[in-house]
């Protein structure tokens, strides 16, 4: 069945609806869809190299409003849902999360394979701060597609093999590198923070 839908959604780069159906897709996946966009980014930017950023804005827009309507499902009705599906105190301790790391991890869901309307209507679910909610989808969701299409506008053809065969060990990289720069600042911000012992205290 995925196969079908991949060969379907390639399909549309043929269609003189190509463009609003990158947007639509893009919306759709970030709160219904199975399929991410970056199928038809890829066709779409290979077959028209000039208008790849072009594609890209769109996929991201396109991305950012879908999670946004994501948000307001789990907002709406994902939490009694949650609540039958995980129970309380799993649901409690998800909440926990959201709450704590809710900008970082949004980030970092908009820029993996990890299925991003999870995420998304998790967020809604959990009340977490929606302004913070759209900056984070918006960072993360624009630095993949731009990432997509400009490295298809620059290499070309092989680059769509490259990135089909090793986009999650990209996407991985990219966010341990994200994990361990957070770190780095958050304990350096904490020692700057820390007042330092007196030489002459006892």
Not at 23 to 51: H, R, Y
Not at 68 to 92: A, C, H, N, T
Not at 103 to 111: D, E, F, H, K, R
Request: net charge positive; aromatic share 16%; hydrophobic share 50%.
């Amino acid at each position: 069945m995925l196969q079908a839908l991949y060969q379907w959604i390639v399909s549309w780069s043929e269609s003189p609806y190509a463009d609003p159906a990158l947007f639509l897709l893009a919306f759709a996946e970030s709160s219904v869809f199975p399929i991410p966009p970056d199928v038809l980014l890829m066709v779409l930017t290979l077959g028209n190299p000039s208008w790849g950023l072009y594609y890209a804005a769109m996929t991201t827009v396109g991305s950012v409003l879908g999670g946004m309507f994501g948000y307001l499902i789990g907002w709406w009705g994902g939490k009694p849902l949650l609540l039958r599906l995980m129970g309380q105190d799993r649901v409690s301790k998800v909440h926990d999360t959201f709450q704590r790391y809710e900008g970082w991890a949004i980030l970092i869901a908009g820029l993996t394979p990890v299925p991003y309307k999870v995420f998304t209507i998790g967020a809604g679910a959990f009340y977490v701060n929606f302004r913070v909610f759209v900056v984070a989808s918006l960072v993360s969701r624009g630095v993949r597609f731009f990432l997509v299409a400009g490295t298809l506008q620059l290499l070309g053809p092989w680059a769509k093999e490259v990135l089909e065969q090793y986009f999650n060990l990209f996407t991985v990289v990219l966010v341990t590198c994200l994990v361990l720069g957070y770190w780095i600042v958050k304990r350096q911000t904490k020692k700057a923070l820390t007042p330092s012992a007196s030489p002459n205290s006892e």
